[in-house]
């Protein structure tokens, strides 16, 4: 059974930086695609990054290209998302997933989630 684990969440000023981290276990990491999303209090869950399992391509949400970077160490089973410049409309729970669809950018292209970490950005 796949298990997805985020780590490095927390609470930063705006202008800031964290590194989320997530780790996978249970089946062969690479074949994964491996995404980040957010949710926000009264919003729904929305795409942030993602990153094939070639690692070949890298997707972006608009509203973080730029500021967040995402990348993976197949040798750890690991899948990053640095963010820097935070804003406090940046707050919310990060989730990682993994997929094995040829899309990236929407939830239905996961099949596995973790349980988030929550990133509060103050201003």
């Known amino acids: 059974q796949v298990q997805l684990v985020e780590s490095g969440g927390g609470l930063v000023q705006a202008g800031g930086s964290l590194r989320l981290a997530c780790s996978l276990s249970g089946r062969t990491f690479s074949n994964f695609n491996m995404g980040w999303f957010r949710q926000a209090p009264g919003k729904e869950r929305g795409f942030v990054a993602a990153?094939?399992?070639?690692?070949?391509?890298?997707y972006y949400g608009d509203s973080v290209k730029g500021r967040f970077t995402i990348a993976r160490d197949d040798a750890k089973n690991m899948v990053y998302l640095q963010m820097n410049s935070l804003k406090p409309e940046d707050t919310a729970v990060y989730y990682c997933?993994?997929?094995?669809?040829?899309?990236?950018?929407?939830?239905?292209?996961?099949?596995?989630w973790g349980q988030g970490t929550q990133v509060t950005v103050s201003s």
């Open positions: 997933a993994a997929g094995l669809g040829v899309t990236v950018r929407n939830l239905d292209d996961y099949g596995y």
């Open positions: 990153i094939k399992s070639s690692g070949a391509s890298t």
